[in-house]
């Protein structure tokens, strides 16, 4: 998985540009954000979007199915955004 580390930092980049609230994933891990717990259900971006942004950087580093599956691990699994906006999280524990 260390070869792949690379590109995973790569998709997490560009899932956090692109989620709501837009940060910089660099900065984030610089300033220990990623060390706190469930940091990434502060962000936001819907799990098709996710899902086609690993599918574009997997493609583009013409990764074989093996390390795709250990690359949608890290992801889905380490610290993806959430795909549920934190208003819906509070909106459905009240009910």
Same mark, same amino acid.
């Given at each position: +998985?260390?070869?792949?580390?690379?590109?995973?930092?790569?998709?997490?980049?560009?899932?956090?540009?692109?989620? #709501?609230?837009?940060?910089?994933? /660099?900065?984030? +891990?610089? #300033?220990?954000? #990623?060390?706190?717990? /469930?940091?990434? +259900?502060?962000?936001?971006? /819907? *799990? *098709?979007?996710?899902?086609?942004?690993?599918?574009? @950087?997997?493609?583009? @580093?013409?990764? %074989?199915?093996?390390?795709?599956?250990?690359? *949608?691990?890290?992801?889905?699994?380490?610290?993806?955004?959430?795909?549920?906006?934190?208003?819906?999280?509070? #909106?459905?524990?009240? %009910?």
């Amino acid at each position: +998985m260390k070869d792949l580390w690379p590109i995973c930092l790569g998709i997490y980049r560009q899932l956090y540009k692109e989620a #709501t609230p837009s940060a910089d994933f /660099d900065e984030l +891990m610089r #300033t220990g954000v #990623t060390k706190q717990k /469930d940091f990434f +259900m502060r962000y936001c971006l /819907d *799990d *098709d979007r996710q899902a086609a942004i690993i599918g574009e @950087h997997c493609k583009k @580093h013409n990764l %074989n199915r093996l390390q795709r599956s250990q690359v *949608d691990g890290e992801i889905w699994l380490g610290s993806s955004p959430s795909g549920i906006a934190p208003e819906s999280i509070k #909106t459905a524990s009240v %009910n």
